[in-house]
């Protein structure tokens, strides 16, 4: 089972900063598949980024996704004030697929 | 537009079994992996396994393995999760999430569409 470590487990920012999130695999993902969600409280999960870098129509072009093999990162490059909310990022290379612990994006 | 459109909240006993629906409309069905992730209150997002209608394909994570059983109906483009020997760990909201159509049968699992959440809460 791919264990997925993400890093930090808060991050105070200001609105108009850039944020930017880490996900360690503890084994390469096969094809980068490595997808970010954001969610919000009381909400499901929204997509935002799959196949590591990919956005699906929708997804403001603030959110970028990089990185192959273990170690993955999604930048959020001006937060906006929607934007504070706990982000997950997910294999679904290999069964079973795992979601990382998630970070928190707080407003500072 | 796809929509998924999951069952009501359930209080069950432990030991007892739930099982959970998720309807789909705005879309196709048949060749799109259905995800089932579940949510403890305070906690992060964990997936529990899914089934690809088409071919009657599942696959599970060994932590529920056992225990899980993903079905589908085609015909009403229904998916279900049936969980057993439901323990007090096991309140959480579950969810079900819509995948891509992809050829590499792991690639479809991307969850991108998701029902709405049904809370099941365990008590005596």
């Known amino acids: 089972e791919i264990v997925l470590t993400q890093s930090p487990g808060t991050l105070s920012l200001s609105p108009g900063e850039r944020a930017t999130l880490s996900c360690r695999a503890s084994q390469s993902v096969r094809n980068s598949q490595v997808a970010w969600f954001q969610q919000k409280p009381g909400q499901a999960p929204r997509l935002l980024i799959f196949?590591?870098?990919s956005r699906p129509t929708g997804v403001p072009d603030r959110f970028s996704g990089s990185g192959s093999g273990t170690d993955f990162t999604l930048s959020i490059s001006r937060l906006e004030p929607e934007d504070f909310a706990v982000y997950y990022c997910?294999?679904?290379?290999?069964?079973?697929?795992?979601f990382g612990g998630g970070t928190k994006v707080e407003i500072k | 537009q796809v929509q998924l459109v999951q069952s009501g909240a359930e209080v069950k006993p432990p030991g007892s079994s739930v099982k959970v629906s998720c309807k789909a409309s705005?879309?196709?069905?048949?060749?799109?992996?259905v995800s089932w992730v579940r949510q403890a209150p305070g906690q992060g997002l964990e997936w529990m396994g899914g089934?690809?209608?088409?071919?009657?394909?599942?696959l599970y994570a060994p932590k529920f393995q056992g225990r899980v059983t993903v079905t589908a109906d085609e015909s009403t483009s229904t998916a279900y999760m049936d969980l057993s020997s439901l323990m007090s760990e096991d309140t959480a909201v579950y969810y079900c999430a819509r995948g891509r159509d992809e050829v590499d049968i792991f690639a479809n699992y991307v969850p991108v569409y998701w029902g709405q959440g049904t809370l099941v809460t365990v008590s005596s």
């Open positions: 997910h294999q679904y290379g290999s069964s079973p697929l795992t």
């Open positions: 705005g879309g196709s069905f048949d060749s799109y992996a």
């Open positions: 089934i690809i209608p088409m071919f009657g394909t599942t």
């Open positions: 196949g590591a870098s």
